[in-house]
């Protein structure tokens, strides 16, 4: 059964995985495919909300009825989302951020030359999205959730990462041995800054994004 209850409700979700470029043809990345940022998009739009997915590599097609804004680096993922949020009641971090970027671009493509060692890559840090979006909301009660993807100490690491980051909910989930990248299913732990945990049993990626925003609505449902 559908229930309409994002309905006059705008989203804005994040999905897939940044790039930084490091010359014309390469660049660092990770392993999103954005599936779990797509099916938080879908589930919200067939739950009545506008939806506006900010998508980062991505090789899905665009869900019909979302608004989609293709953007590639951390630096254009943060400029699209920091005029998304504008008018949102609640904003998703689905997507896999890089916390570096290559400190140079070469315009040219680099060429390796014989006897000669490679030059490391030099890194700076890229603005954390989710920490800025979190301490300054764009909008009074507008909630923000974040996904944290951890391979140890998982729990232990989310309950840090929600106080660091400031928001309202975190969705942690395993990565790494084959797990949530690029598959059809995930499961995960939501933590609340209200103290609350729950968990969410293996399952489509869609059923994961629906307890999300059960936990959204749920919130929505408290404050007004
Ligand atoms: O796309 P799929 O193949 O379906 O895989 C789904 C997923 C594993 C990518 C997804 O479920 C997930 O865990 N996404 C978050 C990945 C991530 O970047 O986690 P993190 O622990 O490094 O970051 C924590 C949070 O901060 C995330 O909400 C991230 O969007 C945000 N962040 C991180 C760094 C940064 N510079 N800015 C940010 O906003």
Sequence with gaps: ????????????????GTREPLDPVRYLGNLSSGKQGYALAVTAAARGARVT????????PDPAGVDVV?????????????KAVADADAVVMAA???DFRPA???????????????APVALVRNPDILAELSAHRARSGQLVVGFA?????????????????GCDLLVVNEVGG???????????VLLSADGAEAEIADGPKESLADAVWDAVVARFDKRV
């Design 1 to 16: 059964e559908l229930t309409a209850d994002l309905t006059g409700r705008h989203v804005v979700v994040s999905a897939g």
């Design 53 to 60: 997915l900010l998508s980062a590599n991505a090789t899905l």
């Design 70 to 82: 293709h953007v590639s680096t951390a630096l254009e993922l943060r400029e699209a989302a920091l």
């Design 96 to 98: 896999a951020v890089a």
């Design 104 to 118: 140079e671009y070469a315009t040219g493509k680099i060429k390796k030359k014989d006897g000669v060692e490679p």
């Design 149 to 165: 993807a951890e391979t140890d100490d998982v729990l232990a690491n989310g309950r840090a990462k929600l106080a660091r980051k």
């Design 178 to 188: 084959g797990k949530a990248f690029g598959r059809d299913t995930n499961s995960a």
